[in-house]
Every structure is written in C-alpha cells, then in structure tokens.
C-alpha cells in the first residue's frame, strides 16, 4: 500500500499516521475507524492557496464539504482559511454549528428548498450558487422578507464534461445542474439576476466532473465560459467579478492513477484565464475553486479488524472485516478500487491473495477484490488508504450497521471527532416516534 503523507511503517512493522500507531488506535476507538492525517489536510490546502498567491491572482478556495463534513473538519477549514461549499441544510447547519465565517460560506444545490434557502438568508452567507429558475424566485422572496440583498453566482453548464482521462465536448448539455448555455437559458437567468434590486450578481460557476487527472478540461471550459462572456458582455454589458470553476482536481487512489500536482491545475487555469481576458478585452475576475477529493481524500485511511475468511479452492479466497458498504459506498457504487495492507503485520511477506468483503447481506459488498497481502487471520487489522473523500460522508446504516468513529491525529496526538453510532443512536428516532422511551 503507498503511504501518503505522514502514513509510515514503524520498527513494530505497524502502520503509523500522524506518528500515531494503528495498533494502538484501533485499541483506544475500535473499529471501523477513518483516522485522518491531519498534517496531509494543511498541507493540500497549502498548495491551493499558495498557488493562486505565487501568481497574484485574486481568489477563494473554498472546501467542497460534501466530500467530507463535520464540526472538527469545518473548524479546520476555518483554519485554513478556506471558504466553504455546502450543498444542503444539513452541510449548513454543521458550519453554522462549527463557527464558520458566514461570509466565505457558497450554498450549492440544484433542488434548495424554501426552507434552506430561508435558513442561508437569514443566515447572512456568503453566496449562492443559483441553479434554476425556481431558486430565482425563492431567493426573491427571501431577500425581501429578510430585507437583505443575496450575492449569487449562476451556475452553467459549460458542455465540457471531463470522465475522469477523457473529455467529451457535448453539443447539448444533459445535466440535472445549472442554466444550459446553448438554449439561451443563462442569458435569461443573466436577465433576471442581475436587476440590482435583490441581487448581487457576482458571477458565474461551472464544474466538469471530478478526479480529473489533466489540465485540458479546465482549459476548455474556460475557452467556452469566456466566449460567452465576451458575447455577455457586448449584448449586455455585463462583465463578472468572479468565475468560480468548481473542483475535481484528482488524486491517487491506486497505482496508475496520475495526479497532477495542485500548481499544475492551477497554473494552467490561470494561464488560460489570462488569456482569455486579454484575447477579449475582459478584466481578470476572481478565480474561486471547490477541491473537495484533493484537500481530504487521500488523508484518509479506514482501520477495520479482520474476521472470518472463505477459501474456494482454486476461485477465491474472501477475508471478510467489519465493515464495508456501509462505510465505504465507492467501490460498491462506482467500482472505485483502494489499496491496502495488514496495519499490525505490515513487514510480512505477501504471500496471498485476498478479496476483502464487506459484512453487509449484499453479495456487491466487497471493499477491494484481489489484492496480494501477507497471511491474515482474524483479529489483523486491515488499512485502506485514501478513504477521506466521499467515505465518512457517503456512509450509512444499511443492516442497520452504526456509522464508525473519526479520528484526527497530528503529532502523535489523536482526537475522537464524531463518536461511534450506537444501536441506541440507531433505534432513538424510531422510539421517539413511537412515543417509547429508550428506557423501556
Ligand atoms: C459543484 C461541485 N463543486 C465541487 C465538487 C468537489 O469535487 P471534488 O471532490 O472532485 O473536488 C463537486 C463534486 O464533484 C461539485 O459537484
Ligand atoms: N461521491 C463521488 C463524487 C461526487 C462528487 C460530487 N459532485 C465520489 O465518491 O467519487
């Protein structure tokens, strides 16, 4: 298994992040556990700010929070200094909780509700990302009401669609997000928007996909946003103060996959940002990005303990651990792959092949299929890396399997933060509903 950042093996032949010992975590909080790298985090984010900061261009990275979002990882944002992208009440109310600057929050979302959008106003955030038509009129409604004016980017979809190393140029956007350029439907939200009664029409937002391994598809969509920013700009005489280009910025889950380093995509952004201003006579806007993957995904490692195993002779041999589909969705949902290791036996030869299995009643719940460890038995801890992305955040009760706990460890120092469900957590809403009590 390749270790990323502070992630090393130990004289013990144990795996050790942030200088803490797996054995000893799996010891102090159990498992499943996603245990993140807290070093890894600030040292991502770095990368993006300082980025945008060697070439003195005005900018927000703000964290996609959907990639992974609690209190503890909210407050490190914060620290950060990055802004934030929530696409729900819920991603909101977490950074309302964990103090975030309302000001540096961008409410995403293709279906707000009234409600959410009632609760982002009334909140006072930063932007919003305005998707339809209908978020045109509940945002009327709401600036009224609260008596404030709402800051806002349209989102559109700039026919660039990036599947992961390959870029298909479609013609006709088909994509539940944001106004279609084409049909004329940006323009019309453009209309509407920027009024200078209830809005503050900031800009425009677009985003391509995600973990994206090349710089083309950013380059692109710049090409095609400008182009009609140029024609915007004649038509209407309407030119943005910020051009926010979303994320998906890819990173390494698997050998073969190729990152490129942050600076790249950047670098190549702001080449193609420049010019294009200078080709059409557009001012530089600010650049805003949401890397979500890229900040969190590889500083996050799950620890599970090994259990049974089912050997079919000369088919497979299956070593089942404690968790699975339930706290990891990707490989189930999108045939995602991971690496691994066993974390207390890590300088063992490998000497099998293993197919890790999930323990839900679900024959698609396998973590990793075929993958060469050293012999393992029950009891083992077994690591999987790069599970901080759309792992934790994604995670549910299917079989009615509590969530695991989060870890942050730094320094050889570990800090719980989220707690492991329990069966009471899992039964409580039910009880409460039934006007039982947990007592009973
Ligand atoms: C609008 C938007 N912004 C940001 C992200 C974050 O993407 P990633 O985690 O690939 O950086 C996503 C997810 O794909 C997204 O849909
Ligand atoms: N959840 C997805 C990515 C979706 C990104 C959000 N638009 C994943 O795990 O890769």
Not at 124 to 144: H, M, Q, R, T, Y
Not at 258 to 281: C, F, R
Not at 292 to 305: F, Q
Request: hydrophobic share 40%; aromatic share 10%.
């Amino acid at each position: 298994m390749y270790t990323h950042g502070t992630s090393r093996v130990n004289d013990l032949g144990h795996l050790e992040i942030g200088h803490v010992d797996s054995v000893d975590l799996k010891e102090q909080f159990g498992t499943p556990l996603y245990v993140y790298d807290v070093a890894l985090i600030r040292e991502r984010a770095n990368d993006f700010v300082q980025a945008f900061k060697k070439r003195g261009i005005k900018a927000q990275v703000a964290y996609a929070s959907k990639a992974f979002s609690c209190v503890a990882m909210v407050q490190l944002a914060k620290e950060l200094d990055l802004s934030l992208d929530v696409v729900s009440g819920g991603e909101l109310h977490t950074a309302l909780v964990a103090g975030f600057p309302v000001e540096k929050i961008h409410f995403h979302g293709n279906n707000k509700s009234p409600f959410e959008i009632d609760m982002a106003v009334e909140a006072g955030i930063g932007c919003f990302v305005v998707d339809n038509f209908w978020e045109i009129e509940l945002l009327k409604e709401a600036a009224k009401k609260y008596k404030r004016k709402v800051s806002v980017l349209l989102r559109i979809t700039p026919g660039v669609e990036a599947h992961t190393h390959e870029y298909i140029s479609t013609g006709q956007e088909d994509s539940k997000f944001g106004f279609d350029l084409i049909s004329g439907q940006a323009e019309e939200a453009i209309l509407k928007v920027n009024d200078g009664e209830a809005f503050d029409m900031l800009g425009f937002h677009c985003h391509i996909g995600s973990q994206i391994f090349e710089t083309t598809g950013f380059v692109m969509t710049v090409e095609k946003v400008f182009s009609y920013l140029a024609e915007w700009k004649s038509k209407l005489g309407y030119t943005p103060q910020v051009l926010n280009l979303g994320g998906g910025f890819g990173i390494r889950y698997i050998e073969g996959d190729t990152p490129l380093p942050v600076s790249h995509y950047i670098d190549a952004t702001i080449d193609a940002v420049e010019a294009q201003s200078t080709k059409l006579g557009i001012e530089i806007p600010e650049i805003w990005i949401e890397p979500g993957r890229s900040l969190v995904g590889d500083a996050g490692t799950t620890l599970y303990t090994v259990g049974s195993e089912k050997e079919i002779p000369e088919v497979r041999h299956y070593l089942s651990v404690d968790g699975g589909m339930t706290d990891n969705l990707r490989p189930a949902l999108y045939q995602a792959k991971y690496e691994a290791m066993i974390a207390n036996r890590s300088h063992d030869t490998k000497q099998e092949t293993y197919s890790i299995a999930g323990k839900c009643c679900e024959s698609g719940d396998m973590l990793i299929w075929d993958i060469a460890l050293p012999f393992a038995k029950a009891g083992d801890i077994l690591a999987v890396s790069c599970t901080g992305a759309y792992g934790y955040s994604m995670a549910n009760n299917y079989n009615r399997i509590p969530r695991p706990a989060v870890v942050f460890v730094e320094n050889g120092q570990s800090t719980l933060v989220v707690k492991r469900e329990t069966y009471k957590d899992i039964v409580q809403l039910d009880l409460q509903l039934n006007g039982n009590s947990l007592e009973k």
